[in-house]
Structure formats: C-alpha cells, structure tokens
C-alpha cells in the first residue's frame, strides 16, 4: 500500500488561549521601535475577551529597560486600545477597555528614572503625545456616557457596561466605589450650603440683641471673616441652577443599587461613620434632603429627586435591608435640609436611619405643593413611607418617632388634593397618587395600634382624622370618576377598593364625630346651647369612642409592587438623558 503523504503531528501537551499568544507576540522583547501591528491583528486583540490574569503577570515581569526598548508596540496597543473605546462598537469595545485598565495599572505603577519622559515614551512617543492624550481623555468621556447609557439603552439591548453592574463582586472594588461616592454627594450638598447656611448659631449676646431689634448694641466681630449672603431673588436663582454637574453620580448610586446587592448592603452597612467623618449612606441621604427640599425650583431638581427617592424604595424593598434601616444599631446623624419653613424638628442625638427617610418624606411632601404638582415625586414619597409602615406592621415592630407630625402632614395632603381637584384631574398618573396616598393613611388608621409606640400615639391620629373629617366628603366627590373613586374600581397592586378606603375613612370620622356632639350636649348648661369641647376633652371622648369603634378588615393594605423599570422606561431615560449630559460637562470642565 502506498504510504499517505499526510503526516501526523503530535498533540501538545498543553493548549495555549489564542489571546494569550497574541500577548506575547506583543511584549517579545525586541530592539525594533518601529515595528507596526496590522489592523487585523489588533481587531483580533480586541475581539477575544482578555486574559486580564495573563497579562498582568507578562506586565508585572517587564523590565522599565525592556518596556522602553518595545515601545513601538506598547504604543500601539495604547492608542488602538483608546481608538477601540471611543469606537463604541459593542463588545470589542468593553475588551479594549478591560486591556487598557490592566495595562495602565501595572505601566504607571513602575519605577522610573524620568518618570514624565518615560511614560510619556510607552505610552505615545514625544512626537504624538497631543493627539493621543486628547484622544485618551475623549475615550474617557465615552465611558462615563456608556456608563449613562447603562441605564439610557438598557430597554433595547443586552449592555455591557450593565452587566458589569450586576456582575461585580470585588468586595474591596464595591467598599472603593461606596467611599467616592460619599465625597461625591457631601461635595454636591455642600453647594446648597454655600448659598445659605441652615446651621442655626447657638445663643449668643450678639444674635440674642439682632432678635429683639437691638443689633446696632451688638458686639463687633470684625476679626471673624464674613460673607455676603446673596438676596433672596439671588438664592432663588441660585437654588435653581442646583444640583450641580456633579450629581450625575446619583444615576450610579440608582444603578449599583438596583443591579447589585452586594453593593445595596455594603452601602448601608457604611451608614454609620466610625469617626468624625460623615459617612457615605448618611451624606447621601443629607444631600437628597437638600434636593427634594428645592424638588419644585426646576425640571432637573425634581428628576435628582425622583431617582433619589425610587433608589430609597429599591432600598427599602429588601427586607434584610429594611431591617437594617431599622435597627438602632444604625443609628445616626444626618444633616438634613432647614433652608425653608417649615422646618423639621431638631434632633440632636442619632437615630434609626427609618427616622431620617421619614423626615425626607415629610419634607418633600411639604416644601413642593404647588397647583402643577409633580404627582410622579408624591407618588414616590408615598411609596417609601408604605414600604416603611408596611414593614413596621408585618414586623411589628413599635417605632418611636415624631408621629403627629406624619399625619399632619398626610392630611395637608388631602387638603391640597381636594382644593386643587380640577387641576388635577386629568394628569393620568392621578389614580395611582389617590390610590397610594388612600393605602398609606388607611394603613395608619386601621392598624396603627400594631406599630406606634403608645395608644396616645394612634387617639391622636385619630383626633387629625376628625378635625379633617369634613374634607373627605369633598375629597370623595372631587375623584368620583371612573379612573380612580368610582365604586367598583379596584387598585391592582394591593386588590383593595380606593372607594371603599375612603368610604371607611368617612365612617370613622363619623363616628368619632357623632360622640363629639353628644359630648358636647351632655355638658352644656341648660339654656346655653352647645360648647365648644376643649382639646383635652377631645382627646378624652376619642379614647373613650375608640372601645365602641369596630374597624373593618382591611386585607391588602400591606401589599406592594417590586420596583420594575420596565414600568417607567420614559422616566428612566429622562434622567438617563440628563446624566449623561451632565457627566459630559463634567468631564470637559464646563
């Protein structure tokens, strides 16, 4: 038989990755400088996924000698890798980017005897430095608006830089970004203070005379340097104009938050600063006090705030998270907004961070009542306050906290709805704000004894409810169209009836007034009519009323959605849209 001219080659003992072949082609030390790589050869490079592994170690082994003697190729890979990235061209870009960051990591970090001269020979060569760091930082921005489109283009295609998000699990990298974060939100917070410190002096002779009209006896402090504070049309245009460029990280923070849990845990476990440095979940929540406190001022102000708010829902919406929120192992001190009355109530001591969310809800409840209300914001903030409540009462769990000034808050809520009901009533996202403002009060009334620290806590709820009674009657009628109080219609995410929530509100302000009156009867002198019932009276009768007060079960109230995206892709892009333009003037200075 005739011998085949084939021969058989033997199998080696080992296979080398194909990237990782090319990684050596490029690092053989030669004396060439001028040796050129072809485009194909690089489009292969960046194609395959990198050995970040692989070529960390051939880095970390080249000499400063060998590294400039092949500058020709380390060149080459800087600036195909920079050409890569600004491409944008889906994965080839990602793998360029991996590359550039090992390969930057391990060549700057190198002893140099000129160090300025010597890198800038690795990396570009003297005769085109210019062009490739004006391309470097170009590419730059490229990330920093791929990062944006993280969350812009994430409804179109599976990206990259949004599986990085949910993929990372570096520990170390998480704990990293969560400290940056931190200085970020107090640098963007301190520009709200810089226009009006909210910070109220302690007493002194000097602002004790300014308050009683006796300034010009006041001592002069011509040592201590002042500052002008901007008139009040000035601060008005100044708030505006806030928050800065720099607030596109809180797109990241919404981002890290709803991708990757271990990023949610090591951002709330930081909450609590172990010195006198504020720490990175405390600064976020002081800066989103001062955002959602001037919400009203301009479109970007209440998308700040709005993405502020949904990243404290998605927070709040795991329960491991919501305890820790909880625990007065937590507890802290945050500084939150004062720049405008009404103001929160002092608190000097630290408390659960449960007690700060509420008071940013209380807040921005308060400060934003305006007839072209943003009713996407009060859905928001109706939303953390029954994540919390609702926890509180599957828990039960009693929470000491400033109560009263909740459900003053609710009810001035409903005023402001009733009385602006026809400028209200065609925003389609109304039925969700009844809906959820219905549940989060009905919740309060009907199982508030589970949850509120004393009984004195839940009469005066009750004691608000009667004094606002007349306004449900109204608040019933104004929204009694088939969209939101019409008999029948059901709120899909807790199966409950908004009218028949209202419908009980009703009633047990009926009842509670119906032994108002009879009180009111009974102690009136013969003759002398009716008499007004003194608050402490009030209080007595409430007590009493609530032995023969038979609450209906309400099954629902304590059911909620998970955030979704998916349900509020136009909001999502918007501020998508408004971060990345705002991370551009970032980088380019502006």
């Not at 082609?25 to 485009?39: K, N, P, S, V, Y």
């Not at 005897?113 to 890198?119: A, G, K, M, R």
């Not at 959605?561 to 892009?573: A, H, L, N």
Request: aromatic share 8%.
């Amino acid at each position: 038989m005739q011998a085949s001219p084939l021969t058989q080659q033997h199998r080696p003992s080992s296979f080398q990755p194909k990237i990782d072949s090319l990684y050596e082609e490029i690092f053989e030390t030669r004396d060439d400088a001028e040796l050129d790589f072809d485009d194909g050869f690089w489009r292969e490079v960046f194609l395959l996924r990198p050995d970040k592994s692989n070529l960390r170690r051939r880095l970390e082994n080249i000499s400063v000698d060998d590294l400039l003697r092949i500058q020709g190729a380390t060149q080459q890979l800087f600036r195909q890798a920079v050409a890569q990235i600004r491409s944008g061209s889906g994965l080839s870009d990602e793998n360029a980017l991996d590359t550039l960051t090992v390969f930057l990591s391990i060549v700057l970090t190198k002893r140099y005897t000129n160090p300025s001269s010597e890198i800038i020979t690795v990396l570009a060569g003297l005769d085109r430095v210019d062009a490739c760091f004006l391309d470097f930082v170009d590419a730059i921005e490229t990330v920093i608006r791929s990062g944006g489109s993280a969350n812009y283009n994430k409804f179109e295609f599976r990206n990259p830089y949004r599986a990085k998000f949910e993929d990372c699990v570096n520990e170390a990298a998480i704990q990293k970004i969560v400290q940056g974060l931190g200085t970020g939100y107090s640098s963007s917070r301190d520009h709200y203070v810089a226009i009006q410190e909210d910070i109220e002096e302690g007493w002194t002779l000097s602002n004790t005379l300014k308050y009683i009209g006796l300034g010009v006896l006041a001592p002069s402090r011509s040592s201590t340097p002042t500052r002008n504070a901007p008139s009040v049309d000035d601060s008005k245009d100044l708030f505006s104009a806030l928050p800065e460029n720099d607030a596109c990280i809180l797109l990241s923070t919404y981002d890290f938050s709803h991708a990757n849990k271990l990023f949610a845990s090591t951002f709330i476990a930081h909450s609590t600063a172990t010195s006198k440095k504020e720490s990175p979940f405390s600064a976020f929540l002081s800066l989103t006090s001062y955002i959602v406190h001037h919400a009203y001022r301009s479109p970007r102000s209440t998308l700040y705030g709005h993405i502020n708010l949904i990243t404290l829902r998605i927070l709040l919406e795991d329960q491991s998270l919501c305890t820790k929120i909880f625990s007065p192992d937590n507890s802290t001190s945050v500084r939150l907004c004062r720049q405008r009355p009404p103001f929160l109530p002092k608190t000097s001591s630290s408390r659960p961070l449960a007690a700060t969310i509420l008071d940013i809800s209380i807040d921005t409840i308060t400060h934003n009542l305006r007839r072209r209300l943003s009713i996407p914001l009060y859905i928001a903030t109706l939303n953390i306050i029954h994540r919390l409540l609702t926890h509180l009462l599957t828990t039960r769990t009693r929470f000491t906290y400033h109560w009263p000034l909740l459900w003053q808050t609710l009810l001035s809520l409903l005023r402001f709805l009733t009385t602006y009901a026809d400028s209200l009533k065609h925003d389609p996202d109304l039925p969700t704000l009844i809906n959820t403002f219905l549940t989060v009060l009905s919740l309060a009334v009907c199982n508030g004894d589970i949850f509120l620290p004393d009984t004195d806590s839940h009469d005066d709820l009750f004691y608000k409810l009667v004094e606002n009674g007349h306004l449900l009657p109204r608040f019933k009628s104004a929204f009694a169209h088939p969209s939101t109080l019409a008999p029948g219609v059901m709120d899909p995410r807790t199966g409950t009836s908004p009218a028949a929530l209202v419908g009980t509100l009703i009633s047990i302000s009926e009842h509670f007034t119906s032994l108002l009156e009879e009180e009111k009867r009974r102690t009136s002198t013969f003759g002398g009519g009716t008499r007004t019932l003194s608050p402490k009276e009030v209080s007595k009768v409430i007590r009493k009323g609530c032995d023969s007060l038979t609450l209906p079960a309400m099954e629902g109230l304590e059911r909620w959605t998970r955030w979704r995206e998916v349900d509020e892709k136009g909001f999502v892009k918007r501020v998508g849209r408004l971060a990345v333009e705002d991370a551009r003037r970032v980088v380019g200075g502006s």
